[in-house]
């Protein structure tokens, strides 16, 4: 009897170990799908990071047009500065929303003279 009490408790032994293997398993399972969309996730933080990288740079190169364009206008007269806000104004108002490097550096070297804008025409 002893004998065969014994091999019971074994079993039941045995059971309880199998449910913690169990068990065990299924953590394992969870963490390998927990990693698995920390990866997802730092793909998209990464993705998202490029772009404002790239807002944050677009920015900047406003900031800088801007910034030259009023340089220019301070530099020119009453009356070309008008023309020439006119002349932006027209070419804004189109289509087009950001101007090109060949307009600003027109812009900027013109120093006034109209001729030397003939894009915004």
Same mark, same amino acid.
Do not use: F, H, W, Y
């Given at each position: 009897?002893? #004998?065969?009490?014994? *091999?019971?408790?074994? &079993? =039941?032994?045995?059971?309880?170990?199998?449910?913690?293997? =169990?068990?065990? $398993? =299924?953590? *394992? $399972?969870?963490?390998? #799908?927990?990693? $698995?969309?920390?990866?997802? %996730?730092?793909?998209?933080?990464?993705?998202?990071?490029?772009? #404002? $990288?790239?807002?944050?740079?677009?920015?900047?190169?406003?900031? *800088?047009?801007?910034?030259?364009?009023? *340089?220019?206008?301070? /530099?020119? /007269?009453?009356?070309? &500065? %008008?023309?020439?806000?006119?002349?932006? %104004?027209?070419?804004?108002?189109?289509?087009?929303?950001?101007?090109? !490097?060949?307009?600003?550096?027109?812009?900027?070297?013109?120093?006034?003279?109209?001729?030397? &804008? !003939?894009?915004?025409?």
């Amino acid at each position: 009897m002893t #004998n065969i009490q014994s *091999k019971i408790d074994l &079993l =039941k032994q045995r059971a309880i170990d199998l449910e913690i293997i =169990k068990e065990n $398993a =299924k953590r *394992k $399972a969870d963490n390998v #799908n927990l990693s $698995a969309e920390n990866a997802k %996730v730092k793909i998209e933080l990464r993705r998202a990071m490029g772009e #404002n $990288a790239k807002l944050k740079a677009e920015s900047l190169q406003d900031v *800088k047009t801007r910034e030259r364009i009023e *340089k220019t206008m301070l /530099d020119l /007269d009453g009356s070309e &500065l %008008v023309s020439l806000t006119l002349k932006m %104004v027209r070419r804004l108002k189109s289509d087009a929303t950001r101007l090109s !490097p060949e307009v600003i550096s027109d812009i900027i070297t013109a120093k006034g003279t109209t001729n030397a &804008l !003939p894009i915004l025409r």
